[in-house]
Structures are given as structure tokens and as C-alpha cells.
């Protein structure tokens, strides 16, 4: 796949701090990417850097084949931030209109933004009437504007209902099945988790995992959780057949290594009479954030 976005050996410093500590990435076309990482993290910087906002320290930043901020890169790039901001005496369709002035583009492409964001109800309202979420939505319309290769986004869902952030996450795929690369903030680990292609994380300004959720797992190397549901009357053999298992509101609980996970499995198969059900539960991105971004005194 080809790269819209890389970075190599990104460094930042502000009054002798370092945002960002030699971070080295790639974005390909058609990918969703998401960026993890504790407030203060360097996710902030890094994104800024992407736009041309601010300047690097050390390292090489290529935006859609180009320097960040420039022309060429600022046509192809698309930002919402976490926090969207509009006049709140305008409808949704004279701001996406004002914008797409502003871009070159035609403004009769206004109601077919707001209605692929699902505000095309709510184009002829004020924005001062909006909710949050609706304002979210209007940021995304905003970024659509012009077909963006790169859409750099600062926790895009905030304000959104289960049902917008599952629409919103659609639109994501449908834009990266069009050719887009996606880069992500978000908080919501859940979410990234089942909806991303790969995950980086950041800790104190260093990429410290990079890579799909397998890859995650295998490299964190936590231990894997097994619940058995036994069959009536049947946890005290299991408890003696398994040391080391602990009983939980009636159901046997066991850990292991990932790579012991197969022949404890077949163990279990084993006591197939006295197990009426079994639940494989891997470590969570939760689970793997915490390990990867652990900080001093955490």
C-alpha cells in the first residue's frame, strides 16, 4: 500500500521537554490508524506537526508526498478537532456553504455533505440549536469538503450518541474503502478497538507499540483468561483437576501464557462429562494500553 503519511525519527522539544522522542510512523491509503496515548502523551504535537501547525525538531514529516503545511499538502488533508467551533447565528447549510466558498468548491455540494453526516434535517437550523454531537457532525461535514487523502482526527465521537458513533464509524469505512487514510485520536478504546486496522500507541512522547490487535497481544504477552462453567456438582473435580484455579460465583477461573492456551484447552476437553461451558477472554486493548503505557508510579 502506498504511504499518505510518514514519519521518521520525529522529534520535539518544548523549553528543553520532550513532546516527542524520535517517533517514527506510516499511514498508508485506504487505512484506519488509531493514535492511543495519555493526555500529555505527544499525540497533540504530533498531529500539529501533520498539519504544519508547528515545526519539528528533528525528523522527517511527508504529507500526501508533500512538507506538512504546505499548499499542496493543506489541499489534501482534512482536520476535525475535539472541539468544534461555528457561529452560532448561521444554519449547518450556510456554514458548509461559507466553507466550501472558501475551498473552491461548489456549494451545491452543501446538503449532500450534511446529509451523508446525517444533519440533512437539521441543515435550515441555527447552529446555536445544535447539541454537541450535531456540531461534531457539522466538523466532519466541514472535513469532507474536497475529497481530503488524509483526515487527521482529535477524538472525533466526543459528543456523540451510540447510534452517531456507529454511523460516524460507517463513514470512516466507507472513506478508507474509497482510498483514505485516517488517522484517529480517541480515548474510547473500545471503539478503536473493533473498528481500526492498526494501533499506535504513545507514552511520554515515545512510540512504544505499533501494530493490529494480534500483533498487540502477542508482543504484550499477557496472560489469557479461561472460564469454566461446570456442570452441576461438578467444580470441586475441576477445582482439584486444575490447581491454581479459583472459584467465582459457581464458575472455575483459570490464566494462562498465550502459548499454553492450546494445551490447556485440551485439558479441558478432557473433563468434557463435568463442563457444560467454556469462555476464552484475551487481554483487552484496555488491558494491553495499560501494559504498553505505563507510567512512573502507575
Keep these: 500500500m502506498t504511504s499518505t503519511l510518514t514519519i521518521s525519527h520525529l522529534t520535539k522539544t518544548f523549553d528543553g521537554l520532550a513532546a516527542l522522542s524520535d517517533v517514527s510512523l506510516h499511514v498508508a491509503a485506504g487505512e484506519r490508524v488509531a493514535l492511543l496515548g495519555h493526555n500529555g502523551a505527544g499525540k497533540s504535537t504530533m498531529m500539529k506537526i501533520i498539519l504544519g501547525l508547528i515545526a519539528a525538531d528533528k525528523g522527517d514529516v511527508t504529507v500526501c508526498g508533500a512538507a506538512p503545511g504546505s499548499a499542496e499538502a493543506r489541499a489534501q ?3 476535525l478537532p475535539e472541539n468544534t467551533a461555528f457561529h452560532p447565528a448561521l444554519t449547518g447549510l450556510e456554514q458548509i456553504t461559507h466553507y466550501l466558498r472558501l475551498r473552491g468548491e461548489s456549494p451545491g455540494q452543501a446538503i449532500g455533505l450534511l446529509d451523508r453526516v446525517g444533519l440533512g434535517h437539521a441543515a435550515k437550523r441555527r447552529i446555536g440549536t445544535y447539541s ?3 456540531r461534531q457532525r457539522v466538523g466532519l461535514a466541514q472535513a469532507l469538503i474536497g475529497h481530503p487523502k488524509l483526515l487527521v482526527l482529535d477524538e472525533p465521537t466526543s459528543g456523540l450518541d451510540p447510534v452517531s458513533r456507529r454511523d460516524f464509524y460507517a463513514l470512516l469505512d466507507g472513506l478508507a474503502a474509497e ?6 485520536s480517541s480515548h474510547a478504546l473500545t471503539e478503536v478497538e473493533a473498528r481500526t486496522d492498526r494501533l499506535l500507541i504513545l507514552s511520554k512522547g515515545k512510540l512504544v507499540a505499533s501494530g493490529t490487535m494480534p500483533d498487540l497481544r502477542r508482543d504484550a504477552a499477557l496472560p489469557v483468561a479461561l472460564h469454566i462453567t461446570p456442570c452441576n456438582g461438578y467444580a470441586p473435580d475441576l477445582m482439584a483437576a486444575f490447581p491454581g484455579a479459583t472459584l ?3 464458575d472455575v477461573h483459570l490464566t494462562c501464557a498465550q502459548g499454553e492456551k492450546l494445551g490447556l484447552l485440551a485439558q479441558i476437553a478432557a473433563q468434557h462429562s463435568k463442563v457444560a461451558d467454556v469462555e476464552i477472554i484475551p487481554p ?4 494491553i494500553y495499560s501494559h504498553f503505557s505505563r507510567r512512573d508510579g502507575q
Excluded: Q
Design 77 to 79: 488533508v482534512a482536520y
Design 132 to 134: 454537541k454531537g450535531m
Design 284 to 287: 483487552s486493548l484496555e488491558d
Design 248 to 250: 467465582l460465583r459457581g
Design 179 to 184: 482510498g483514505a487514510a485516517i488517522l484517529l
